[in-house]
């Protein structure tokens, strides 16, 4: 049972949301699918005065739960469900990538309520939904702006968003082609880590930049979650890749284990290293070639003695 | 409060509910349907599972209000009223999959939903479709035979699962 002192709004516009968000001393939540947020209220971790209810909006701003494919980018708004996009032939024809994670979300239960809009504004540091949208570029859509999914997570559970912006959805671009591999914490299927990688469905190699602002910069891009401090990129191993796209091109490099950090689940050597092998793996399965074995980095070779 | 106008186990109902209510508590302290177990409390035992517009979900999850508007079915509505089992109750029963009885009501309401997504009655693909259910007994095995006998015939019986 929750707090009774909890409040439920349901505005028809965002302008109406926005000023919700900002008014007085309230402390309000833009609620979507709830899956995080109602289970971080159960347990105390998030106290809300107000839950202002999204859908409420849809019959206004039909875009939020719209998916949709606009030919050079795919649009899937905040509200569309993880068990959407994974079942949805148009992200399937866009980006099987996409498809796949959001299939390997949770459980079925939570895939048929959770949202990718919730996803990416939570910025859990184990979600699965940081990594798939920084590695293809993607941007963030708010009722203010388009935010580069470069410059949108910042940091653990921090994005860029304002304290009164709202996700209306995500913009994927065409053309890249991907994969995203991650290795489960078995209880809670939040990913322990995972690597998301793309790359130009057409060329391996950096081009010239006769494309428009609104593509990515061609070149691979890795995104790594689960390693504790929120998604990052991995611009090292993309140079390396950039230079020679093979799954042997990363034996040659480690994560920075001091960029990791340890919980009850997994040493920070142990994650630095899941973060590699599954790279390798990825980079195998985007080439066509068999994983060499990776042997584990140096710091789980030589443990201190304690 | 919220309005909630939904069906509920075949039958229209409005309620006002507490904003603060979840699902699961309105099921079960407004409603009476005690079938609806509050496991975990954390999202992750899946004992709570009812079916809201044809999808499985977890009760403790949601907010009551969120369902306004649904058709939702519990483990109360499962059962033809004749006094005879449904079909994926009694494939439970039969192949022994219960054991304490605690997750049952979320496994067969999950199983039912499996129905409606085309889940292939085989080992591997039920496994997966039940990552969001728990048996703390480990009767997988019962469970999993139970739903992959029944699929195939809830498909053929009743393309419209009673759900």
């Known amino acids: 049972m929750l707090s009774p002192a909890l409040q439920v709004l349901r505005p028809r516009h965002v302008e109406e949301a926005a000023a919700r968000l900002l008014a007085g001393e309230s402390k309000a939540q833009l609620l979507a699918g709830g899956q995080s947020l109602i289970a ?3 347990t105390g971790l998030s106290e809300p005065s107000h839950l202002i209810d999204l859908r409420s909006l849809i019959a206004a701003h039909p875009d939020l739960d719209t998916l949709r494919d606009e030919g050079e980018t795919l649009w899937v708004g905040a509200l569309v469900t993880h068990h959407r996009i994974a079942s949805s032939p148009e992200v399937a024809r866009h980006s099987p990538m996409l498809a796949l994670l959001a299939a390997g979300i949770a459980d079925q239960q939570i895939r048929n309520r959770g949202t990718i809009g919730g996803s990416v504004a939570l910025h859990d540091p184990a979600a699965c939904w940081p990594a798939g949208v920084l ?5 963030v859509i708010t009722q203010q702006r388009a935010i580069p999914a470069d410059d949108f997570f910042t940091g653990l559970y921090g994005t860029a968003l304002a304290a009164d912006e709202i996700i209306l959805g995500l913009r994927f671009p065409a053309g890249r082609s991907g994969i995203y591999l991650k290795s489960e914490q078995k209880a809670s299927r939040f990913a322990l880590v995972g690597v998301a990688i793309t790359r130009h ?9 006769t494309t428009t602002e609104r593509l990515p910069q061609p070149g691979t891009r890795i995104a790594v979650t689960g390693l504790g401090h929120g998604v990052t990129r991995w611009p090292a191993a993309e140079r390396l890749l950039d230079a020679r796209f093979a799954p042997e091109t990363l034996l040659a490099i480690e994560w920075p284990t001091d960029e990791a950090t340890a919980d009850l689940h997994a040493s920070a050597r142990y994650r630095a290293n899941l973060a590699r092998v599954l790279a390798i793996r990825a980079v195998a399965a985007l080439t066509g070639q068999p994983a060499p074995p990776a042997p584990p980095n140096d710091s789980l ?3 201190p003695t304690r | 409060m919220q309005t909630l ?8 109902v409005e ?4 904003d603060h209510w979840l699902l699961i508590d309105w099921l079960r302290d407004a409603r009476g349907l005690k079938g609806v177990p509050a496991g975990c409390d954390t999202a992750q035992c899946g004992a709570c599972t009812v079916i809201v517009d044809r999808s499985a979900v977890k009760a403790c999850n949601l907010m009551a209000f969120q369902v306004d508007g649904s058709v939702i079915t519990t483990i109360e509505g499962v059962a033809p009223g ?10 439970f029963s039969e192949h022994h999959g219960l054991q304490c009885g605690y997750c049952t009501p979320g496994m067969v309401m999950r199983a039912l939903a499996m129905a409606d997504e085309d889940v292939p009655p085989e080992p591997d693909a039920v496994r997966k ?4 259910n728990l048996c703390r007994c480990t009767g997988y095995e019962g469970i999993v035979e139970a739903i992959i006998h029944t699929l195939p015939r809830l498909r053929r019986v009743d393309k419209e699962p009673p759900c």
């Open chain 2, 5 to 12: 106008r939904v069906t509920l186990n075949g039958e229209a």
């Open chain 2, 15 to 18: 309620d006002r509910v507490p």
């Open chain 1, 301 to 303: 070779r030589e443990r």
């Open chain 2, 129 to 132: 479709a039940l990552a969001g």
């Open chain 2, 82 to 91: 004749d006094g005879t089992l449904h079909l994926m109750q009694q494939a």
């Open chain 1, 40 to 42: 971080a209220m159960r």
């Open chain 1, 135 to 139: 590695a293809s570029g993607a941007w």
């Open chain 1, 201 to 209: 469905a057409t060329a391996c190699h950096p081009q010239s930049s």
